[in-house]
């Protein structure tokens, strides 16, 4: 009887919605999630934050597409990351799929891309309520941060730049998304915050960083940075909170006790 429930229950939700959603970006299938419309995804990529035993099949592949396996699983709604090859999105849209794709990275992509998925899933509000805390801005001066991952720093234009100005803090690079990591260029900018990302299955919460301090206290002009000497250098494991979507509504109050720390 349990197992007969729970699969009524399941076409209840999907008939509700009305969506059968294959998600080709991690991100994205955080905010659905946060939308509501787990149930609704039947298919996402290997990375995607869903429990182990979701019945979505893992085979989205950006990378790689395969047209055969996207219309195995009967989705009505195809989302697709912005970097996403437009020649896949145009075959998708041709094979009948309504597609949807990601807006362009910049400084407030995160809550557009919030807003957009919660018009193609008929979740305007719930959206509106997610997106709402990444749009306010403080009182209190901005500090300025310089965030590293992968050995590129994100800066003014990237997608953190969001949630980071919500927090009370700015990139401390004066343009670009991206900038591939330079010690020069950290001296130069003088942040008063230094964050390191490392890549994780997880998240954490964000802490000193002793070892990363002692790495950046043996490059010239790096060890008289102010950072350094006041100890405002910190580390964080990222899972799906600091992909672009949702997620980085729940590192949010981290990044506000980051910048707490650093003070006035």
């Known amino acids: 009887m349990r197992p007969l429930l729970l699969w009524i229950a399941t076409c209840l939700t999907l008939s509700a919605g009305?969506?059968?959603?294959?998600?080709?970006?991690?991100?994205?299938?955080?905010?659905?999630?946060?939308?509501?419309c787990s149930a609704e995804i039947v298919m996402a990529t290997r990375?995607?934050?869903l429990p182990k035993d979701h019945s979505a099949a893992r085979t989205?592949?950006?990378?790689?597409?395969?047209?055969e396996r996207l219309l195995a699983t009967k989705p009505d709604l195809v989302i697709l990351p912005r970097m996403a090859?437009?020649?896949?999105?145009e075959k998708c849209a041709k094979a009948g799929l309504r597609t949807l794709i990601l807006n362009p990275e910049s400084r407030d992509s995160i809550s557009k891309d919030?807003?957009?998925l919660g018009e193609a899933t008929d979740?305007?509000?719930?959206?509106?309520?997610i997106?709402?805390?990444?749009?306010?801005?403080?009182?209190?001066?901005?500090?300025?941060?310089?965030?590293?991952?992968?050995g590129v720093m994100a800066g003014p234009d990237s997608y953190l730049a969001e949630p980071l100005a919500a927090a009370g803090l700015n990139s401390a690079l004066t343009r670009g998304a991206w900038i591939k990591f330079d010690w020069e260029l950290l001296v130069a900018a003088k942040p008063d915050a230094v964050l390191w990302i490392q890549n994780s299955g997880a998240d954490s919460l964000i802490t000193t960083s002793p070892e990363k301090a002692l790495e950046m206290a043996r490059i010239p002009g790096v060890r008289d940075l102010a950072c350094l000497k006041n100890k405002h250098i910190y580390q964080v494991n990222s899972g799906s909170n600091w992909l672009p979507g949702s997620g980085l509504t729940k590192s949010l109050?981290?990044?506000?006790?980051?910048r707490n720390a650093i003070g006035l």
Not at 60 to 67: G, I, M, S, T, Y
Not at 253 to 258: G, S
């Open 123 to 129: 979740r305007a509000d719930a959206a509106k309520k």
């Open 18 to 36: 009305g969506h059968r959603i294959a998600s080709y970006s991690p991100g994205a299938t955080q905010t659905l999630i946060d939308l509501g």
């Open 131 to 150: 997106a709402a805390p990444l749009t306010n801005r403080p009182a209190r001066t901005a500090r300025k941060i310089i965030v590293i991952w992968d």
């Open 114 to 116: 919030i807003l957009l």
């Open 47 to 49: 990375w995607c934050p």
């Open 85 to 89: 090859n437009p020649l896949w999105a």
């Open 60 to 67: 989205a592949d950006v990378f790689l597409p395969d047209l």
């Open 253 to 258: 109050d981290e990044m506000v006790r980051l």
